[in-house]
Each structure stands twice: as C-alpha cells, then as structure tokens.
C-alpha cells in the first residue's frame, strides 16, 4: 500500500469513528506534505482536527517515509461540493453557479443530488411603473453547479 492509499485508509477509519464529519478531500504534495480537509454535520472544531491528525500521524512511520501534516475544516468561504454541505445549509442564503446562469436564493431542500433553491426577484409590472417581487423555487442537479458559495451578512 502506497503513501495515499495508508493515508486515505487511516482517514476513512478515523471518520467512522465520529459520523458527523466527512472528507472534502486530501492530497500529497512536494515533499510528502499531507494536507486533509474535512467538514461536518455540526461544523468542526479544532479537537476533530486534532483527533483526525493524530490517527493519522500516530500511523505511519516517519522512518519509513517523512512527511508534513495538515488537517483543517474546509472554512466558511470554501465552496460547498458535496450534498452533506448543502443538506448542513438548509435555510441558508447561497449564490450558485452554473454553465448557465447565476442564483442568489436561499437552500430550501436538498434530495437525491438536488438543491431546492428559492429566488426572489423583481420584476417590472407588466401595467405601469414600479418593480413586482416575484418568488419562485428552481431545482438544481448538484452534478450541474460549477460553484456554490454562501453568502455571508454581517
């Protein structure tokens, strides 16, 4: 078993361990430097990291082969990729990307590789002046969003 497949291995165990995370991804670069990021039902925080670095670390031998080691949550202006992400985002106001078009809406549903996503916009009226909001709920295949960001107020 190469370098990728051990760490990949040691991370699937380790995420079963606590279900509410899940690998984003992880790759390895120059120098063997490991990085792995990860997401969760309920956000992460730093001990899930700790934990998840220190199954990995304290499983492979630094005899054998060095490496660097780095585990992060994927951060709050990452793209969403997966439908976990979207399902955690439910109720929340995003702006999708497609080959397309553009959506500003908010996460209404999430089933069988679709996003539920409601719009609002304004539209002029069709008799006189002035602007009319218009709602309307549009279903996205997950497989056809190029991006998917949430849009932060504060």
């Known amino acids: 078993m190469n370098l990728k497949e051990r760490v990949k291995y040691l991370i699937d165990k380790a995420l079963k361990e606590n279900p ?8 390895i670069g120059k ?10 039902d309920n956000g992460v925080n730093i001990d899930d990291c700790v934990i ?3 199954a990995i670390e304290h499983n492979l031998d630094r005899e054998e082969e060095n490496f ?3 585990v992060s949550s994927c951060g709050i202006f990452a793209p969403l990729t997966q439908e976990r992400q979207y399902i955690k985002n439910i109720g929340r106001e995003v702006e999708i990307e497609t080959t397309e078009t553009k959506y500003i809406g908010v996460i ?22 002035g ?9 996205l295949p997950i497989n056809n969003i190029k ?8």
């Open 68 to 70: 660097s080691l780095e």
């Open 52 to 54: 998840l670095s220190r």
């Open 131 to 139: 602007k009319t909001t218009i709602t309307e709920t549009i279903v």
């Open 31 to 40: 120098g063997n430097l490991i990085k792995v990021i990860i997401d969760g």
């Open 20 to 27: 509410s995370l899940f690998l984003i991804e992880y790759s």
């Open 147 to 154: 991006e998917t960001k949430l849009k932060l107020k504060f």
């Open 108 to 129: 209404k549903e999430v089933h069988e590789g679709k996003v539920s996503l409601e719009v609002t916009s304004h539209q002029p009226k069709a008799n006189g002046k």
